[in-house]
């Protein structure tokens, strides 16, 4: 028996926004399942932040519409209480502690003050929470953004790359943390320009390019580019000539890398062909490995194809 | 509404926005105890800046003294409220404000009676001190305030406060409405300070006939207390003039909200 379809936790359906002559998001349908952590992609200019803004209701949309958790954006009180946002980079008062930060949201919000002390230890900035927010470091603030998205337990949240200003013990605890989020039941849209992160941690992707979607669906299910590239080292370095040979007419693009592996782009799967056409070229293989494709290439190869 | 206005009270406890409170004792204090200091004998050339003592003497003494600051104050509410508004656009904060409100206009409604209120309490602190240091200044020169505190001099003192409070409103309305057109500080409070003490001066001289019709002019003709205090003929009544700017404000108060219901937020 087939799993029931998921309800949508964002649907857009032609959704367009146009600045003068410029359409800075075009037609854009895509749809995020409940439950999952969802990557937004795309490089700038591509109508990430345009779309985060339209679907949190702080822009109006040209053309089209868009439902979050249910309920169209043309009302955002409908669904905002059950939304946490950190939009285009963390925005706080400089001159009140990381405390009285959360506190004005707690008041705006209507939230507990007792979910105060749990955010700040959940985001890690215990310890610091009544130094001023002037005081702090990028990450600091990229933390107490995803806190304060938090401060509304929400179903969905909306994170706009949380990931930047965060050192690399940082960004494991961020992910982490999306994770944990993702367990407990929550929606997570994040968008980000670190692809790398992106996939480590994304159930479904949603690739964006000049406005206009190229990929919506499930992270695994996203067309990897075809060819992979091979790295070979004969068991004799006398042999490295011959390889190179073998590797040209296997494969494309076949050269010797500076550390003296020979390196070649075939189709996925091909290693163990590889190998007997060396071997029957009587060149024995010290290191025979696939590099996997990274989202990262295949984005890239997505966005050049296009 | 209230949500918002509670939010916005823990922010209006930051220093700058204190100082700013502050500033307003400050003035009125100095320029109650100046108008004493500088008091005219009888028998001596009027000056420009002063109160003849005869004039201090009398019941509306306290209240004319007081008056001398009410423009002063209300130019602080202005660039306090201006600055407060607009910097929620340069500082990025709106984004994140509107994510958690429960609707833009009942967000900025709440926004904006908590800085009013913020001004009104400050004003009220402001004339208490001024008081205070009006008696002390003419304790030390010998200046009768026995009249100060009869029914007339109340009601003088009252009526100066009241119309502070009211102008204020008016003008913290000008200066909401200037930062959500400019969405930025600096660029807020200098249009509503250019406006209000070249634009309408350059509009009065050219054209003498509209001075009855200015913002600004009806503003000094409210403050001045309903002839409490001597305010320049601008052709309009105390009453004409209250009226003309309450409809302003209503009509700068709409213009705001449906700026901001409207408006995309890009900060």
Known sequence: MSEAPRPAAIATHGLTKVYGDRAAVSNVDISVPQGVIAGFVGPNGSGKTTTIRMLLGLVAPTSGSAEVLGESISSPPAYLPRVGALIEGPAFYPSLSGTANLRVLTALGGFPKKRIPEIIETVGLTGRERDKVSAYSMGMKQRLGVGAALLADPSLLILDEPGNGLDPPGIIEMRDLLRRLRDEGRTVFVSSHLLAEVEQVADWLVVLKLGKVLYCGEAAGLPRRTSTTYALRPENDADVEALLRVATAWGDNATVAADGAVLVNAAAGGGAAINRAAQDAGITLSELHARVVTLEETFLSMIEDD | ?267
């Open chain 2, 1 to 267: 509404m209230f949500r918002s206005f509670m939010s916005e009270w823990v922010k209006l406890r930051r220093r700058a926005v204190l100082a700013a409170g502050a500033s307003m004792s400050g003035l009125a204090v100095l320029l109650t105890y100046m108008g004493m200091y500088q008091a005219v004998n009888p028998g001596r050339p009027p000056r420009a800046v002063a109160i003849a003592r005869l004039g201090l003497e009398s019941s509306y003494g306290l209240a004319s003294a007081l008056a001398r600051g009410g423009l002063l104050i209300v130019a602080i509410s202005l660039i306090l409220v201006a600055a407060v508004s607009a910097t929620e656009y340069s500082q990025g904060t709106i984004r994140v404000a509107l994510a958690n409100a429960p609707g833009r206009l009942r967000w900025l409604t709440g926004k904006f009676l908590a800085v009013v209120s913020f001004t009104f309490i400050a004003t009220t602190l402001a004339f208490g001190l001024a008081v205070v240091a009006g008696i002390a200044a003419a304790s030390a020169r010998d200046i009768s305030t026995q009249s100060w505190f009869s029914d007339t001099g109340i009601t003088s003192l009252a009526q100066v406060f009241g119309d502070t409070l009211i102008a204020e409103v008016a003008w913290s309305a000008f200066g909401l409405f200037c930062a959500i057109i400019v969405r930025s500080a600096g660029p807020a409070i200098g249009i509503a300070l250019a406006y209000s003490l070249i634009v309408e001066n350059l509009v009065a001289e050219i054209f003498p006939d509209t001075g009855a019709w200015l913002f600004g002019r009806l503003t000094f003709a409210v403050v001045s207390g309903n002839g409490v205090v001597p305010a320049p003929n601008i052709g309009s009544t105390y009453e004409r003039s209250l009226t003309l700017m309450m409809i302003y404000t209503v009509v700068l108060l709409g213009a705001s909200a449906m700026l901001f219901a409207k408006r995309d937020v890009t900060s």
